[in-house]
């Protein structure tokens, strides 16, 4: 499985992005995607996922009620809207995918990596 992630870009705090995250190379079989990031100077970290059905996600607190996390699977991509965006969300976003029906909130447990897209959040 291959991971194109996407739609990043500089925005105003209070303003809103949608990032994608494209499946390619035949990724049969279901699948969680989960998605990180690494703010400047600080380790990775845990932001959201979801569960193949689409029916399970699971956010970081802080993203909580501004980020939404969906996907197509007929399209093999998974969004994260990201609504109400303040400077602290400034970071190098990252999805990755892992074959599995749970959620799974651990950069260990991916298998599968995407390049990151930046995301900046002016003050």
């Known amino acids: 499985v291959q991971l194109q992630a996407s739609g990043g870009g500089l925005v105003q705090a209070g303003g809103s992005l949608r990032l994608s995250c494209a499946a390619s190379?035949?990724?049969?079989?279901?699948?969680?995607v989960g998605w990180f990031r690494r703010p400047p100077g600080k380790e990775r970290e845990f932001i959201s996922t979801?569960?193949?059905?689409?029916?399970?996600?699971y956010y970081l607190d802080s993203v909580k009620g501004r980020f939404i996390i969906s996907r197509d699977n007929a399209k093999n991509t998974v969004y994260l809207q990201m609504n109400s965006l303040k400077p602290e969300d400034t970071a190098v976003y990252y999805c990755?995918?892992?074959?599995?029906?749970?959620?799974?909130?651990?950069?260990?447990?991916?298998?599968?990596w995407g390049q990151g897209t930046q995301v900046t959040v002016s003050s």
């Open positions: 990755a995918a892992k074959y599995g029906s749970s959620l799974y909130t651990r950069e260990s447990h991916y298998d599968y």
């Open positions: 979801i569960s193949w059905s689409g029916g399970s996600t």
């Open positions: 190379g035949r990724p049969g079989g279901a699948y969680a």
